[in-house]
């Protein structure tokens, strides 16, 4: 029942999380800049069972190189660098780098 309750909740968010076959491996489809949405939905939960999806995201979105930044920033065009930190999980000085170097300025 559990697991319905985030497979839902990440369709509501325009992603699918299934198991592969009969393993105990799942496999998640959603855009990028959602992950960190399905991030705090399951930290704001109290649903124990669902922490080890947050933390394996976390990580796997730590991971995130300069060009993945810079995707992102490039698909959400007029986005402020709280906004790419926040969807990113980047620090400040790589969401500036990647803004300046969008605008043209870091010649």
């Known amino acids: 029942m559990k697991a319905y309750a985030i497979k839902t ?61 810079l995707d992102i920033a490039r698909r959400n065009s007029g986005i402020t660098i709280n906004e790419l930190v926040f969807k990113t999980d980047c620090t400040i000085v790589e969401a500036r780098k990647v803004i300046d170097q969008l605008e043209g300025l870091n010649d």
């Open 9 to 69: 909740h990440i369709r509501a968010l325009g992603g699918d999380l299934h198991r592969i076959g009969r393993s105990r491996n799942w496999q998640l489809k959603i855009d990028r800049h959602k992950i960190m949405e399905i991030v705090l939905l399951i930290e704001s939960s109290d649903e124990q069972s669902w922490l080890w999806l947050a933390k394996l995201l976390r990580q796997q979105n730590e991971h995130l190189t300069f060009e993945g930044v």
